[in-house]
């Protein structure tokens, strides 16, 4: 009895490191397979990289989409060279953009075809998530092109080329404008506008919020551009039929724009003039009691209900264009205080 227990503890322990064994060869296995990849991706990204060298020498217009993606698939933080590579195609892009002719312009070559919009749409806001970071010194170019890529990319009123697209064609283009604008509320766009502009404007004191900049100073001059950026994403967000990526571009501006301590209290009174305008019109129209989320914990600021109606819906939809106005008009009132 005593052997045969003996026998079936040794049996048992067998099995047991030849259990071990197997999950350590397993393991093995693994890490050599990451570490093969890993080479295969820099090798492939080297390759890349040599590819688009030898392509920025020929004509930008026809190869740009293939330029683009090489960029965004090789491009690396830890690459100082990779940013030079983005500012000279961020420039031939520019630059293609403000050519009279159909078959030099990258953009009107790109959308004159369903997918290759699509395509366009797709890779202008990746260069857009490329770029925000990038809008001002130390990690933006000399030459700014990375906000003038930004402003050229965000607005659609700068794509001089659309209207000599098919009319049906450019109401696609302009459908996919928006849905790059919905897109970038969640993906950061108020977050680096409101980081910019912090650091163009003075530090928080009372003298600078008494006495914002003025609007000649050199400073003064990206504000209105910067503040722009962020409008018109909240414009589409507004106009949108409701949905998760409009509410998300709503919540991120409140909570980069407005929630930010003393940011829009210390921007000119110009540029706030310019760019939010609260309507005595719309502000008579309001019937249901408006609720702005200040973070998604409940904090909330509500808007009086002027004209109570005695038989309220049950279930009321506020215009989000009025919340957002009463909003900015809110937050304006309670920094200037």
């Given amino acids: 009895m005593r052997e045969l227990g003996i026998i079936s503890f040794s049996r048992c322990e067998h099995r047991v490191s030849t259990f071990e064994r197997a999950k350590l060869a397993a393991r093995t296995r693994g890490v050599h397979t990451c570490y093969r990849v890993h080479l295969d991706l820099g090798r492939a990204r080297a390759a890349a990289r040599a590819s688009f060298d030898s392509e920025m020498a020929l004509a930008f217009a026809p190869r740009a989409a293939g330029l683009i993606r090489a960029l965004l698939f090789f491009f690396s933080e830890a690459q100082p060279a990779d940013a030079e590579r983005l500012r000279r195609l961020l420039a031939q892009l520019l630059q293609s953009a403000a050519a009279d002719e159909a078959d030099a312009n990258a953009s009107a070559i790109m959308c004159a075809t369903e ?9 202008s806001r990746r260069l857009i998530e490329l770029c925000l970071p990038r809008v001002l010194p130390p990690r933006s170019s000399p030459d700014g092109v990375e906000l003038q890529a930004v402003l050229y990319l965000t607005d659609a009123t700068r794509w001089h080329w659309r209207p000599r697209l098919a009319p049906a064609r450019a109401t696609h283009v302009e459908m996919l404008a928006h849905r790059s604008q919905l897109e970038l509320g969640s993906r950061g766009v108020h977050a680096a506008v409101a980081v910019a502009l912090g650091a163009l404007l003075p530090p928080l004191t009372r003298e ?56 829009l209290c210390r921007l000119p009174h110009e540029v706030l003039r310019a760019r939010v305008r609260v309507r005595a019109r719309a502000r008579a129209r ?26 309220p819906s049950p279930n009321p939809s506020p215009n989000p264009a009025l919340a957002l106005t009463i909003t900015l008009a809110l937050a304006l009132t309670l920094t200037r205080c």
Avoid: F, I, Y
């Fill in 115 to 123: 997918d290759g919009a699509k395509s366009w749409q797709h890779l």
């Fill in 208 to 263: 600078t919020v008494a006495a914002p900049p003025a609007p000649a100073s050199p400073a003064s001059l990206l504000l209105g551009p910067l503040l722009a950026v962020s409008m018109r994403q909240l414009l589409v967000a507004c106009g949108a039929a409701g949905g998760t990526a409009a509410e998300a571009g709503l919540v991120s501006a409140a909570r980069s724009l407005l929630c930010e301590a003393g940011l």
């Fill in 286 to 311: 309001v019937r249901v009691r408006v609720r702005v989320r200040a973070d998604t914990r409940g904090a909330q600021r509500s808007h009086p209900n002027p004209n109570p109606n005695p038989n």
